[in-house]
């Protein structure tokens, strides 16, 4: 059997029509192809107004695509071609959008989203530093403190709020176009978790990671929320960097430990954000001692301070550190994480004290009044 190719994809989608208006290729709708190994995704941009009533044709070119020889998975996303609020260009409407790393400069979608306050992202150079940890327990401080909160969960390829929230199941639409949010311990969680079953390969790159997140953060029911706390995917690359530019961020965390610190990693989670205009807001380091549970001996184990002593470095604020302790691991990946598991714990009052400074700094624009300072010794 020989590969599918994208021309027969294309071919394939040339039969759905889109009422009288013409084929969906025809008409320049689908966005994002992407195909590996006989796995197909694509997005199909609609008009929002239209939303609802789009998901026959959605599932018709699913179907379309599904039948072909040689493919062994679909995934077809309706993704809202909207257009840009003045003076801003949209940058949507390709027929075959741009690759990673071409995002444009001053990105359609970086609009505010009704009825949320701050949007914040939790971001660390690279995977495996406790950042969806400190995600997690940061929008549950922040709960904690009074506040509404929901949590995005960004990272495409290894989602991990479902775990750590201790939500399964799907979300459910009222309209078929707008998703609810899934809901624990007071907040609001989505995360492509969620949406794709977890045998389902992610093969999406570039602009398909674009659309889903787009979908995520804007056609969920997210208001009211004071607060929108988004755990970024790991690392500093295009994706992250094309994220960065596409969410309107109100200042973002940066969660290291020690050893990368050391190695530079927060450095260049730091300069991304400030590449894109996005106050950092400081550095958390994790797993930053760890705390004997049978002695109470304290050992340093990675060295200590290197965080605080970068962030000053850097012209940016230290905003706390959390130890390498056994409970905060069990009860995140066990989905009650440490903030509400043991709210009256020392660690629950770190988060919630990290929660008020984040709180304090976009809450009342000082993130926007006082951006970090590059000092250079
Ligand atoms: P990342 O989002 O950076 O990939 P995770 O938050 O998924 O990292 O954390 C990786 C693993 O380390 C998880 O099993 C998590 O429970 C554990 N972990 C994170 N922070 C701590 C900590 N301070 N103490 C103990 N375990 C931690």
Not at 35 to 41: E, P, Q, T
Not at 111 to 125: C, H, M, Q, T
Not at 325 to 340: K, L, N, W
Request: aromatic content about 4%; some cysteine; overall charge neutral.
């Amino acid at each position: 059997m020989s590969a599918i190719t994208e021309e027969a994809i294309l071919a394939a989608l040339r039969t759905i029509r889109d009422g009288e208006r013409g084929d969906l290729v025809a008409l320049g709708m689908i966005s994002g192809l992407q195909l590996k190994d006989g796995h197909v995704a694509f997005a199909i941009e609609v008009d929002p107004a239209r939303g609802p009533a789009l998901e026959p044709l959605r599932r018709a070119a699913e179907k379309a695509v599904d039948a072909l020889p040689g493919v062994l998975s679909v995934t077809a996303v309706l993704t809202a071609h909207r257009a840009a609020a003045p003076p801003a260009r949209s940058s949507r409407g390709h027929s075959h959008a741009p690759g990673p790393g071409h995002a444009p400069a001053a990105p359609a979608g970086r609009g505010a989203i009704d009825g949320v306050g701050a949007i914040v992202a939790v971001a660390s150079g690279k995977g495996g530093v406790g950042k969806s940890t400190v995600a997690v327990n940061l929008a549950l401080g922040l709960a904690a403190n009074g506040l509404k909160v929901g949590i995005l969960d960004a990272d495409i390829y290894g989602p991990s709020m479902p775990r750590m929230t201790g939500i399964s199941g799907r979300p459910t639409s009222h309209d078929g176009r707008v998703l609810e949010p899934m809901q624990h311990h007071g907040l609001k969680v989505m995360s492509i978790g969620f949406l794709v079953a977890e045998d389902t390969p992610m093969i999406w790159r570039g602009p398909m990671v674009m659309s889903a997140l787009q979908q995520m953060l804007r056609d969920v029911n997210w208001a009211p929320l004071d607060i929108l706390v988004v755990d970024m995917p790991p690392g500093t690359g295009d994706a992250q960097l094309t994220m960065a530019q596409q969410v309107p961020l109100a200042g973002a965390v940066i969660v290291s430990t020690p050893q990368d610190i050391a190695l530079l990693d927060a450095r260049k989670g730091l300069n991304m954000f400030r590449k894109v205009d996005v106050p950092v807001l400081g550095i958390v380091e994790n797993m930053s001692f760890f705390c004997c549970p049978n002695c109470g001996h304290r050992s340093e184990i990675f060295g200590h301070g290197g965080a605080r002593r970068e962030a000053e470095r850097l012209g940016t604020e230290f905003l706390g550190e959390i130890p390498l302790d056994i409970a905060i691991r069990e009860t995140s990946d066990g989905g009650t994480p440490i903030t509400v598991a043991d709210p009256t714990g020392p660690h629950a009052a770190a988060f919630r004290a990290l929660a008020a400074r984040v709180w304090e700094m976009v809450g009342t624009g000082d993130a926007r009044r006082a951006p970090p300072r590059i000092v250079v010794r």
